[in-house]
């Protein structure tokens, strides 16, 4: 699940989310907005204290990603 809170870290906005497949940086992931659609990569990850992930899934908590795209946290991400 995707929402549209955030945390900024280095200036650039990580968007919550809660993986429910594993992610890992420089995976694609496809994503559905009212008006769009299309394809974004994920850049970097991080836990809630800003330290950086190397893969998360379904039972990792307090995730948040850094996409190629602007994200307004409305969008539909799946893989």
Same mark, same amino acid.
Do not use: W
């Given at each position: $699940? ?7 870290? %280095? ?15 420089? $995976? ?8 769009? $659609? ?12 800003? %330290? ?6 379904? %039972? ?20």
């Amino acid at each position: $699940m995707f929402s549209d809170q955030y945390i900024e870290y %280095n200036g650039k906005k990580y968007f919550h989310i809660d993986p429910k497949e594993v992610l890992t940086p420089g $995976m694609k992931l496809k994503y559905l907005t009212p008006t769009s $659609m299309g394809e974004l990569e994920i850049l970097d990850i991080l836990d809630a204290k800003g %330290n950086a992930l190397e893969k998360v899934h379904c %039972n990792t908590k307090d995730v948040y990603i850094l996409t190629d795209k602007k994200l307004e946290g409305r969008e539909i991400l799946y893989v």
